[in-house]
């Protein structure tokens, strides 16, 4: 089975999935889609490449095991030649090799590797590739990545012997699809317009976005420390915007923010209750007692703005 696989005898359909960074995509697709196209059309074997805005994105290569390995051929040549080209405008003296990397399902991997690792190990001195198996799975699936590093016919060669492990086990159970997950892009505002930062260039955001921030700028201010309350006691939210804020985050309820009754401590310190000199800002409290004289500033309050230690209301001069 081996050696019908080598020399692409076998007519069986097979799916391969590689991993691969923003730029490696680039080198695959071309200008205007023109290399992939010519992949597809001289290898016979279908390649798609994942959607999203990704730094990683998965190609899948569909077909039989002979269309399979001129597919990977096309692309490890292609790889050298980008090495090769940007070795040109460098300062290195040693030429690394060309990567590639598998995603597998983790069930295969153990028959990939071999009992105390002798498979894997006669898959490298027999091809000359360096073949690696991720310990962990990659992220949110049941699939591993699997390193092969060297010349492109090693590469070559040493997809064909995993081509052929996957064949004789396949997969058990279901498996869950590694998904690379979008890039989170950073988001900034200014002069109440949301952007987004892509290379050097900031570049207006959505509407939503924009219009959740100018919301958000027209709610209550925050409480300062040591307050309970609203900066502006008394005052609500108002609805409408609430309301609209809400509906552009799924939410159907409006908020209301009426602060809650609250009571205040007001300490005079004891030099101003004990100054002579007449004061036209001390405060004057309502009480019930009738036996102090009524404080001609403050109809229908009774003023305790007296000495301590004197026996008689102070200013007298004031009552």
Known sequence: MESKVSEGGLNVTLTIRLLMHGKEVGSIIGKKGETVKKMREESGARINISEGNCPERIV?????????????AMIAYKFEEDITNSMSNSTATSKPPVTLRLVVPASQCGSLIGKGGSKIKEIRESTGAQVQVAGDMLPNSTERAVTISGTPDAIIQCVKQICVVMLESPPKGATIPYRPKPASTPVIFAGGQAYTIQGQYAIPHPDQLTKLHQLAMQQTPFTPLGQ??????????????????????????????????????????NDLSRSRAPREDLPCVTSCSSSHPRCPRCPGATCFCHQPHLSTPWPPSAL
């Open 228 to 269: 309970t309350t609203p900066a502006f006691p008394g005052e609500k939210l108002p609805l409408h915007s609430s309301e609209e804020a809400q509906n552009l985050m799924g939410q159907s309820s409006g908020l209301d923010a009426s602060p809650p009754a609250s009571t205040h401590e007001l300490t005079i310190p």
């Open 60 to 72: 899948t290569i569909t077909g039989p095991t002979d269309a399979i390995f001129k597919a990977f």
